[in-house]
């Protein structure tokens, strides 16, 4: 177990994307986090794509807002399934394996979705699940598919 202050409940974090698997990863943490008296962190990561600086900044997306919004959407969807566990959303700029990396500090656990925007780009530089694996301080569980 990681060391916490006594009054905090144990936290699980998990990497939230609007894909299928993250989805089921965000409904296998809330199952867990009843079973063990946790909360969930729910965290999605946002940034800038390179080379946006080319778009003028009245035609810029706010990625940020569409983030927050991704987030809102999961979490409404599978706190409908079980509405017994705090699950706190945190829209966080950078990188998404970074910042979930950073977030799981002192967490019980990590869990992630296997798969996400990466595409081919992903398997030839490494995942988002893979990074978290090898760089995290705590467990990470890796979920494959949909809630189910």
Known sequence: MNSRPND??????????????????????????????????????????????LVPAADMPDYQDDARMVLTEAITEMCMIDTEVQVRPRVVEGRAAQVLVDAAQGAELLVVGNRGHGGLAEALLGSVSQYCVHHASCPVVIMRGKPG
């Not at 965000?26 to 794509?49: E, N, R, S, Y």
């Open 8 to 53: 905090e409940a144990p936290r699980i974090v998990v990497g939230v994307d609007g894909f299928e698997a993250s989805k089921a990863a965000l409904l296998w943490a809330i199952h867990q986090a009843k079973l063990t008296g946790a909360v969930v962190d729910a965290v999605t990561a946002w940034q800038v794509p390179a080379g946006s600086g």
